[in-house]
C-alpha cells in the first residue's frame, strides 16, 4: 500500500518539477493573444472598426465591453505591439521571452524546431484573425 501512495504522491511532483516554466509561458501568451483577437473581432463587429492607437489604447477599449481585465503584457511581461493597418487589418505581436523582434512571419511555422532552444524568443503574431508564430 506504501508503494501505491508514494508512487501517487512522488509521480506528480517529479512531473511538476520536470515541466518547463517557459513552456508554460509561451502558452499562456499564445492563449492571451488569441483571446486579444477574439475581443478585437467583437469590437468590431460592435463599432464597424478595430480601435486605433497604441496597445495600451487597444486594451482600454476592448476591456469597455469586450475582455474584461485584458492582460497588459505577455507572460514574460513584455509590452504587446499593436499596430492597425490603413487598410483595418490588425496585428498583435508578442517578442517572446527575449522582448526582441525575432523569426515570424508566413514562414515561421517552417523553421521552428520544437528542440531548437531559443524557441522562446521567437516572435508570436496573430495579423487579421491569422496566426502566424508560436513557440511551441
Same mark, same amino acid.
Given at each position: 500500500?506504501? =508503494?501505491?501512495?508514494l508512487f501517487f504522491?512522488?509521480?506528480?511532483?517529479?512531473?511538476?518539477?520536470?515541466?518547463?516554466? %517557459? /513552456?508554460? =509561458?509561451c502558452k499562456q501568451?499564445?492563449?492571451?493573444i488569441i483571446s486579444?483577437?477574439?475581443?478585437?473581432?467583437?469590437?468590431?463587429?460592435?463599432?464597424?472598426?478595430? !480601435?486605433?492607437?497604441?496597445?495600451?489604447?487597444?486594451?482600454?477599449?476592448? &476591456?469597455?465591453?469586450?475582455? /474584461?481585465?485584458?492582460?497588459?503584457?505577455?507572460?514574460?511581461?513584455? %509590452?504587446?505591439?499593436?499596430?492597425?493597418?490603413?487598410? %483595418?487589418?490588425?496585428? +498583435? =505581436? &508578442?517578442?517572446?521571452?527575449?522582448?526582441?523582434?525575432?523569426?515570424?512571419? !508566413?514562414?515561421? =511555422? /517552417?523553421? +521552428?524546431?520544437?528542440?531548437?532552444?531559443?524557441?522562446?524568443?521567437?516572435?508570436?503574431?496573430?495579423?487579421?484573425? %491569422?496566426?502566424?508564430? /508560436?513557440?511551441?
Amino acid at each position: 500500500m506504501k =508503494k501505491y501512495l508514494l508512487f501517487f504522491v512522488i509521480v506528480p511532483l517529479l512531473f511538476f518539477a520536470c515541466s518547463n516554466p %517557459q /513552456e508554460e =509561458k509561451c502558452k499562456q501568451t499564445t492563449n492571451d493573444i488569441i483571446s486579444l483577437a477574439r475581443a478585437l473581432g467583437a469590437y468590431r463587429v460592435d463599432n464597424g472598426a478595430y !480601435p486605433t492607437g497604441e496597445a495600451n489604447d487597444m486594451l482600454d477599449y476592448i &476591456s469597455i465591453a469586450h475582455l /474584461e481585465n485584458p492582460p497588459r503584457t505577455d507572460a514574460w511581461g513584455n %509590452q504587446w505591439i499593436y499596430i492597425i493597418g490603413e487598410d %483595418q487589418k490588425y496585428t +498583435i =505581436k &508578442s517578442y517572446g521571452r527575449d522582448g526582441i523582434p525575432g523569426p515570424s512571419g !508566413p514562414r515561421f =511555422k /517552417e523553421v +521552428i524546431h520544437p528542440d531548437d532552444p531559443f524557441r522562446f524568443d521567437y516572435d508570436i503574431i496573430i495579423i487579421d484573425g %491569422q496566426f502566424f508564430g /508560436e513557440c511551441r
